[in-house]
């Protein structure tokens, strides 16, 4: 089982939007909304940013939003502030009951 | 307050063996789906294995398949991973999280499992 297909890096300016990919296949993402998003801080565990392709937690700014194509889904960071630098993860459900992770995307805010 | 508190990493010899326990509180464990993953050292997330609510559905990454089992005490609140065989690339912090359709929505902050000799 390979991992979903991430960039590694992304950047934007204060203010900007940035935009995040996540590829799959059709045994994933393609074939499921259990699409979610993750942000994690050095040395801190991740914390849940959308789940359900695009569901916000309670607490998460509607800066972030998710959404779904085919087998590719998005994040969408909008606003950016500095403290959006972090590392951002993509996950998905497969068609046998397990769970897969992207690699892993660095945002830095120039 | 929803807590994970992992424990029991540590050093591990090369075809030993170790157990990981997870110990929750503030919310109803037994009617949560929970799973564990792990990081490396630098690198990126990896799922390692889910267990249903009731125990019924329990399913591994192919990389730690017939080597880890994951285990649950509903009456204590407790999620349990044993790691036997241990390989070096089993070396990584590893983190349980509660699921709620299939989002990973409480995290631990994780205990860190180093295999050398």
């Given amino acids: 089982q390979s991992a979903l297909t991430q960039p590694p890096s992304a950047s934007g300016s204060p203010g900007q939007s940035v935009t995040i990919s996540c590829t799959g296949t059709s045994s994933d993402i393609g074939a499921y909304n259990y699409v979610s998003w993750y942000r994690q801080y050095p040395g801190k565990a991740p914390e849940l940013l959308i789940s359900e392709v695009n569901k916000r937690p309670s607490g998460v700014p509607d800066r972030f939003s998710g959404s779904k194509s085919g087998n590719t889904a998005s ?9 959006d630098e ?3 993860y993509c996950g998905s459900n497969t068609g046998t009951n397990k769970m897969l992770f992207g690699g892993g995307t660095k945002l830095t805010v120039l | 307050e929803v807590q994970l508190v992992e424990s029991g990493g540590g050093l591990g010899q090369p075809g030993g063996f170790l157990r990981l326990s997870c110990v929750a509180s503030g919310f109803s464990f037994r009617t949560h789906t929970m799973h564990w993953g792990r990081q490396a050292p630098g690198k990126g997330l990896v799922w390692v294995s889910r267990i249903t609510s009731d125990e019924r559905t329990i399913t591994y990454a192919d990389s730690v398949k017939g080597r880890f089992t994951i285990s649950r005490d509903n009456a204590r609140n407790i999620l349990y991973l044993q790691m036997n065989s241990l390989r ?10 509660r699921s709620v359709e299939w989002g990973l929505d409480y995290w631990g902050q994780g205990t860190v499992v180093n295999v050398s000799a």
């Fill in chain 1, 75 to 83: 994040l969408t960071v909008s606003g950016l502030q500095a403290d």
């Fill in chain 2, 88 to 97: 070096a690339d089993d070396t990584a912090v590893y983190f349980c999280a």
């Fill in chain 1, 86 to 88: 972090a590392d951002y």
